[in-house]
């Protein structure tokens, strides 16, 4: 298990999710992942941070009833300027939906999308740095990138964030590894028509777990679906889920573990 530091630009950061039933949400969360929660920033709505003890993992906040959008975990990504990046993602082909913004003394914010379409976040840090503790069981682990195709979704990360773009060369599938100093932080998976119908591309966020079937059957105990049930990843053993609102996610034991 490690605790955060002050995240390297271009570093996933956090992860966070809008629903429609605040409560709900956090019974299925806690009763999946352990998680308690505490008051969070509420510039957007109501919004709690989850916590593993005293460490802060993931947000939760609640859409306006009026919004209809869809329910799905977003992944931030550092920056040392918000509104630099902003720029940067509109001057590359991306489209901010909202901000640069403040969110309390916790940092400012961007929500944008990049030209496929897919909604991500920036996250300048202040007082709030991000995911605080990794690599145990309810913890952020890894995101994916489902688009149709990677090379010019590619370009757009890395001319945003700087990322090496390293493709698989050992397959025939279409597949990138985002790098930040020949680290990896990311991976991008060009799937063309088999994208999930109604969904198009989208960011997937990965959680660590102690075991992947028992998750898996707790989250339909909880009132969640398993889309994909737990076999053999490129990382570990996995399964693809979804909370009682339809956020898609993975949960995953890491064979680093």
Same mark, same amino acid.
């Given at each position: 298990?490690?605790?955060?530091?002050? =995240?390297?630009?271009?570093?996933?950061?956090?992860?966070?999710?809008?629903?429609?039933?605040?409560?709900?949400?956090?019974?299925?969360?806690?009763?999946?992942?352990?998680?308690?929660?505490?008051?969070?920033?509420?510039?957007?709505?109501?919004?709690?941070? /989850?916590?593993?003890?005293?460490?802060?993992?993931?947000?939760?906040? !609640?859409? =306006?009833?009026?919004?209809?959008?869809?329910?799905?975990?977003?992944?931030?990504? /550092?920056?040392?300027?918000?509104?630099?990046?902003?720029?940067?993602?509109?001057?590359?082909?991306?489209?901010?939906?909202?901000?640069?913004?403040?969110?309390?003394? $916790?940092?400012?914010?961007?929500?944008?999308?990049? =030209?496929?379409?897919?909604?991500?976040?920036?996250?300048?840090?202040?007082?709030?740095?991000?995911?605080?503790?990794?690599?145990?069981?309810?913890?952020?682990?890894?995101?994916?990138? &489902?688009?149709?195709?990677?090379?010019?979704?590619?370009?757009?990360?890395?001319?945003?964030?700087?990322?090496?773009?390293? /493709?698989?060369?050992?397959? $025939?599938?279409?597949?990138?590894?985002?790098? &930040?100093?020949?680290?990896?932080?990311?991976?991008?998976?060009?799937?063309?028509?088999?994208?999930? !119908?109604? !969904?198009? =591309?989208?960011?997937?966020?990965?959680?660590?777990?102690?075991?992947?079937?028992?998750? $898996?059957?707790?989250?339909?105990?909880?009132?969640?679906?398993?889309?994909?049930?737990?076999?053999?990843?490129?990382?570990?053993?996995?399964?693809?889920?979804?909370?009682?609102?339809?956020?898609?996610?993975?949960?995953?034991?890491?064979?680093?573990?």
């Amino acid at each position: 298990m490690t605790e955060a530091t002050r =995240p390297t630009p271009g570093t996933p950061c956090w992860v966070s999710l809008m629903v429609h039933g605040l409560d709900a949400t956090q019974d299925f969360y806690a009763g999946l992942f352990g998680w308690e929660f505490s008051p969070g920033p509420t510039q957007l709505g109501p919004y709690v941070r /989850a916590m593993l003890g005293d460490k802060e993992v993931a947000g939760i906040g !609640r859409l =306006p009833a009026d919004r209809h959008l869809p329910v799905a975990w977003t992944p931030y990504l /550092a920056s040392d300027d918000a509104d630099a990046t902003a720029e940067s993602i509109r001057s590359c082909g991306g489209t901010v939906g909202v901000g640069p913004l403040d969110a309390d003394t $916790a940092g400012r914010l961007v929500i944008a999308s990049d =030209p496929s379409g897919a909604v991500f976040g920036v996250w300048q840090a202040s007082a709030h740095l991000g995911t605080a503790v990794h690599g145990t069981h309810g913890t952020p682990v890894w995101n994916e990138l &489902l688009t149709r195709e990677t090379a010019s979704v590619g370009k757009f990360y890395h001319a945003v964030f700087g990322y090496d773009t390293k /493709a698989d060369d050992s397959t $025939a599938l279409d597949r990138l590894t985002l790098c &930040l100093d020949g680290r990896p932080v990311a991976t991008v998976h060009g799937v063309g028509p088999a994208l999930p !119908r109604g !969904r198009g =591309p989208h960011w997937m966020t990965c959680f660590e777990v102690e075991d992947v079937d028992a998750a $898996a059957h707790r989250v339909v105990e909880l009132g969640g679906q398993v889309i994909e049930p737990p076999g053999p990843g490129s990382g570990g053993r996995v399964a693809t889920v979804s909370d009682q609102e339809g956020a898609v996610f993975r949960i995953v034991r890491s064979d680093a573990r």
